[in-house]
């Protein structure tokens, strides 16, 4: 049987170690222990990491990459060194951090050298520099390239005993320049003892045949705390709708109230004569603003309703918007949005381009904020030097992106807690018809003076390196780099069709790239990032979902070969992957069949706060799987369907018995011994006794299911 030299003991080791590989840690199965446990109390705290800087997406804990980089490189296999592993998922302090380094540099003679080759918001080269190996990374997104620029290269290039001392100045010199020069664009600010922080706006529209105004409403509660229950309420008066705030039972429909002809109806009717209209344009309505949110005389908040002077004339700031893009000889952002209904839906109504997506005031405040940061860059230019302006403003550049994220159009307001939602979390972009716009510089939900004490946190967890880490902007299916020349690649990549990040990049990216020409030219020297080497399952690039799929397979193929070219012959691959489709899961299969990698082991990472993204979808899964690979040089065979079975039943019976008895969720458990199967199908030539992979995984499946009734993986195509 083929199987018959699998071990069931910690993670099962689902195929030997080849001859010429040295075991590594990881290779013993025990990182789902530590890593995990660690991973979910990072993701629950709000701790001094890198995260707190930049916006990135599908971000992983610290503190279970830095247990996964050191398992893939350690040589030793005692336990001395999986108490070391422990010791690294609870602590990054100098001294744990140089021990662990100058371990790694007597095993190797030399900082072994690491690839993450999907390097996203940085974490994995993070951590791979923190513990003193030679970190490389690359990333095809020029919005990624310069995250990692800014918290791996730039920072290492300042004192870091003074940088936070500078940042701190300079980000208050910054707000204060832009709490001075948008004084004219909040008139409230000072005409009122406690100034609004909020301002809620929706649409409105007059009918065509009757000239009746109505609003295109959808999102009413301003309130549903504890005993509050207050929500904004339409009336239809005789020439038109009118908003009124009130308190209502808590289990109040507003669904039937709109003008919108059901939940998801891209129609609606006058609610005066009944005239019908689609294809609806944000172009062919007008923004008004609805309501006030404001601190209450004692805690908590108050809503109000709209008084004058709320927002200056249209005429004021569009004369105030035209002076500053001469002033900063710049035009606002003109690059499209890709029409892709279902993913990025404002797109389809009248949202068409990156500044479109915000609205007039929350675009002069942008560009009032880019302003002062090239004026802080110049400054600092002459107070410090280069490389330290560099820095400092790469970091303050990330304040754009708390005005992009959590003010603009397609920012919500969150009843449940009185808070601003942020707009683009992922994984695609959903239009409102109701929005909250903030002044950014009072002391309210998502204002740019928290940002920057998060900057300021984050910071203070960015150390100097033993060995400086290469950023490159490059694409996985063609490395830059020579055969054999990594140690240990570790690598988070895109999971098929999760997230569009280049959608959601380009949005920020538009707005920072007027502010961080000055400091490199060449990642922001176009208006949108790269996509043609995105690693993504589209049906919209690919024209049909199952073309998608295919081009999906094609490419990750082509990256796992690459991956395979430039690992050295006894390295270790570890790559970090989780999906709720088949065909997901499907990929994974082809590209390792068709590489000279096998799969030794599939070792589960519970890191996945259930809050992320996905997880506001029935499809989305808690936890990921690394997949534990070397390089192989003997031939794969093929199998039967029930030698696999029979293999998944041994796991259930032990392994994922062990897993449930140390309280993972069935639905968690369920997936592990599923991927245990498709590290089985990789490491074959294939099935004999099935059509074809998807069969396969279909069956696996189905048996998992039958043990874990929570589990399930959708046979459904890509989005």
């Known amino acids: 049987m083929l199987f018959n030299d699998i071990k069931i003991s910690q993670s099962p080791q689902i195929a030997p170690l080849p001859s010429n590989v040295e075991p590594r840690l990881i290779d013993n199965g025990t990182l ?38 050191f398992a893939s490189l350690c040589k030793d296999t005692t336990s001395e060194s999986y108490d070391l592993l422990k010791d690294l998922t609870e ?38 520099a923190n513990i003193g190996a030679d970190s490389y990374s690359i990333d095809a997104n020029e919005l990624s390239v310069f995250i990692q620029k800014c918290n791996l290269y730039y920072s290492q290039e300042v004192d870091n005993k003074k940088i ?51 609003y295109l409403s959808k999102r009413r509660w301003l309130s549903k705390k504890k005993d509050k229950n207050i929500a904004l309420l339409i009336e239809n008066k005789t020439q038109e709708q009118v908003f009124t705030i009130g308190t209502v039972p808590g289990n109040t429909k507003f669904e039937n109230e709109t003008v919108w002809l059901g939940r998801t109806s891209s129609k609606l009717a006058c609610p005066n004569c009944g005239e019908l209209y689609e294809n609806i344009s944000i172009k062919d309505c007008n923004d008004e603003i609805v309501a006030l949110v404001r601190p209450a005389e004692g805690k908590g908040k108050e809503f109000i309703d709209v008084v004058e002077d709320a927002i200056p004339s249209l005429e004021y700031m569009t004369n105030f918007e035209k002076r500053l893009l001469g002033e900063l000889n710049i035009i606002l952002p003109d690059s499209k ?12 109504y009248g949202i068409e381009t990156h500044s479109d997506f915000v609205n007039l005031r929350q675009r002069i405040i942008l560009l009032l904020l880019i302003k002062a940061l090239r004026n802080e860059y110049e400054n600092l230019k002459s107070l410090q030097n280069e490389s330290t302006a560099k820095y400092v403003i790469a970091l303050l550049s990330s304040l754009i992106d708390q005005l992009v994220d959590w003010n603009c ?98 949005f920020f990216y538009a707005w920072k790239r007027l502010a961080l020409e000055l400091i490199d030219e060449q990642l922001f020297s176009v208006k949108q990032t790269d996509t043609s080497h995105e690693l993504v399952a589209s049906k919209f690039r690919s024209n049909t979902a199952e073309q998608a799929h295919e081009d999906y397979c094609n490419q990750f193929s082509h990256a796992i070969k690459e991956a395979a070219r430039v690992l050295k012959d006894d390295g270790t691959f570890s790559l970090v992957y989780s999906h709720s489709s088949i065909n997901g899961w499907e990929a994974i299969v082809k590209a390792y069949r068709n590489s000279n990698l096998v799969i030794t082991s599939i070792q589960p990472l519970s890191i996945e706060r259930k809050q992320r993204p996905r997880a506001m979808t029935s499809e989305a899964v808690n936890t990921c799987i690394t997949l534990v690979a070397h390089k192989s040089f003997d031939t794969k065979k093929p199998a039967k369907i029930a030698e696999v079975l029979e293999k998944i039943e041994e796991i259930s019976n032990s392994f994922a018995k062990d897993l449930l008895d140390s309280g993972w969720s069935e639905e968690d458990v369920g997936l592990t011994v599923f991927a245990n199967g498709v590290g089985m199908l990789a490491n074959i030539s294939k099935i004999e006794d099935t059509k074809d992979d998807n069969e396969s995984l279909t069956l696996i499946a189905k048996k998992v299911h039958e043990r874990f009734p929570k589990f399930s993986v959708k046979n459904r195509k890509s989005l």
């Open 337 to 348: 949005l890709p029409k892709w209904s279902g993913i990025v839906n404002p797109a389809l």
């Open 409 to 506: 159009r397609l920012s919500m307001w969150i009843s449940q807690n009185e808070q601003v939602g942020r707009a683009f979390c992922g994984p695609g972009v959903s239009m409102y018809w109701d929005y909250i716009e903030i002044d950014p510089v009072l002391n309210g939900p998502a204002n740019l003076f928290g940002k920057l004490e998060r900057i300021i946190s984050g910071i203070s967890s960015i150390n100097k390196f033993q060995v400086k880490p290469k950023i490159y902007h490059a694409y996985a299916q063609k490395l830059p780099f020579e055969d054999n020349f990594f140690d240990a690649i570790v690598t988070d990549p895109p999971y098929y069709d999760n997230i569009y990040y280049t959608v959601l990049a380009d």
């Open 91 to 128: 602590r990054s302090d100098k001294s744990i951090l140089d021990y662990t380094a100058n371990l790694l540099k007597k095993q190797y003679s030399y900082p072994p050298k690491v690839l993450d080759m999907f390097g996203g918001g940085g974490t994995i080269p993070f951590e791979v």
């Open 32 to 69: 789902h222990l530590e890593a995990s446990l660690a991973g979910n109390a990072e993701r629950y705290t709000r701790g001094e990491t890198s995260h707190t800087i930049h916006v990135w997406w599908a971000r992983r804990p610290h503190s279970s990459m830095r247990a996964l980089a």
């Open 164 to 214: 936070i001392g500078i940042v701190r100045e300079s980000g208050y010199r910054i707000l204060e320049q832009l709490r001075n020069e948008s004084e004219t664009l909040f008139p409230l600010r000072n005409s009122m003892e406690r100034p609004p922080f909020g301002y809620f706006w929706t649409y409105s529209m007059n009918c065509q045949k009757c000239n009746y105004k109505f």
